[in-house]
């Protein structure tokens, strides 16, 4: 059993605008940067150059086509960028983190080379169910279902051949080990609590945001601006929040995506609405999260959610979806309130219900929540899992 070892991590989730995949593998670099193990993570990008960031840590840079939209997603379509690193590199390990096209690349890229490193998934999205199901559920519930029965399908033979399945949350690896996708793994993802913690409030911005009355809740919504992530739901709830509360709360937007025109429209109508664009500093990011009362994690899709963790970590209280990682992280804490997806009425009611609540007996139970998850943790569990499917699989090509 090899005691060091090299790591070559591939993901077409990859944005640089990206929420918790980019996260991830932003804590990773600098978590291997300190490690003696070799880690490439080859990031699609305009052009191909190697980054060395030092003797063990290196990004590979890869021309790759962009995603047609208002994305910043860019995927691999051949083989042989990755079967280049291959030769380079010579893994141990694969990591691929995405579904689409990714799997199969890597399968005909170690078939070309011959190496014998083991192929392992980290299913960042829940894709059958978040995306396939939910599209095609718009046709009707039979449609939904046989499309998602077709994606679990999908996601076993573009799997194939790999050595398990890494997953961040117990509920979305049932999921997949009752849709027979394994073996699985539970790594839990991290949260910096150095970082994200309510040392970083700023009371001239709570004093601001209050705009004179004390009462006035806060809400922070950091996600990408899709329905996936509730933005539609939580636009339709506002003006019966208002309505209903006799302060208007103030709802602060921090991000990009789809649906960034129906974020300024909010903006330029509501007078307690505000637009921040994108925040690239985690600084900052901090800030408002501790600066502001209520969370949402309205996507019923989530594999993790490091927003969620990052909004507990500050001491805010949280409306969550009723099912994936949003209804265990409330449910495990009993820091929130969890909802029905889409449900813009009953998201109203739960923010009409929090106003009235004693909230910081649920910010301490989500702050100490937060702190059981760390990044040091979920690395450590990640070596321990490559280093198994090794030892059992040791010497066998997955081509």
């Not at 913690?197 to 006035?216: F, S, T, V, W």
């Not at 990052?310 to 409306?319: F, H, K, N, R």
Request: hydrophobic content about 40%; overall charge positive.
């Amino acid at each position: 059993m090899k005691s060091v070892l090299t790591i070559l991590d591939c993901n077409n989730f990859w944005s640089p605008s990206g929420g918790g995949v980019r996260r991830y593998h932003l804590q990773k670099l600098e978590y291997f940067k300190q490690s003696p193990h070799q880690y490439i993570f080859m990031m699609q990008d305009k052009n191909s150059q190697t980054e060395k960031l030092n003797e063990t840590t290196v990004i590979e840079h890869v021309n790759a086509f962009k995603f047609p939209g208002n994305w910043e997603y860019r995927f691999l379509t051949a083989s042989g960028p990755i079967a280049k690193l291959i030769k380079k590199y010579n893994p141990d390990v694969i990591e691929v983190g995405s579904p689409y096209l990714m799997p199969l690349l890597v399968r005909r890229a170690i078939k070309k080379t011959g190496s014998h490193a083991q192929m392992l998934s980290f299913w960042h999205a829940d894709f059958p169910v978040t995306y396939v199901g939910r599209f095609f559920s718009k046709a009707g519930r039979q449609a939904g279902e046989i499309m998602t029965k077709l994606a679990w399908w999908y996601a076993r033979m573009s799997f194939k051949k790999f050595s398990g399945y890494m997953v961040s949350s117990r509920y979305i690896a049932n999921r997949m080990m009752n849709n027979d996708i394994k073996p699985v793994f539970h790594v839990p993802l991290g949260v910096d609590t150095h970082l994200f913690n309510q040392d970083k409030k700023d009371p001239e911005l709570i004093k601001e945001l209050k705009a004179g009355k004390q009462e006035r809740l806060t809400i922070f919504f950091p996600h990408r601006f899709m329905e996936e992530k509730g933005i539609r739901t939580l636009c339709e709830a506002y003006p019966e929040i208002c309505k209903r509360l006799p302060v208007e709360p103030t709802l602060v937007f921090a991000g990009t995506g789809p649906d960034l025109a129906l974020v300024k429209e909010m903006a330029a109508r509501h007078k307690q609405v505000r637009y921040l664009g994108f925040i690239s500093s985690r600084e900052e990011m901090a800030r408002w999260y501790a600066s502001c009362e209520i969370g949402l994690a309205l996507s019923g899709h989530e594999t993790f959610g490091l927003s969620i963790l990052e909004s507990m970590a500050s001491g805010q209280v949280l409306v969550g979806a009723d099912t994936g990682a949003a209804l265990e992280h409330v449910r495990d804490s009993g820091a929130g309130i969890t909802i029905g997806i889409g449900d813009s009425r009953t998201l109203a009611d739960a923010i009409c219900e929090l106003a009235k609540k004693e909230k910081k007996t649920m910010a301490d139970k989500a702050i100490a929540y937060a702190s059981q998850f760390t990044w040091e943790h979920c690395f450590k569990k990640e070596i321990e899992t490559y280093q198994l499917v090794m030892k059992k699989d040791a010497g066998v090509p997955h081509a």
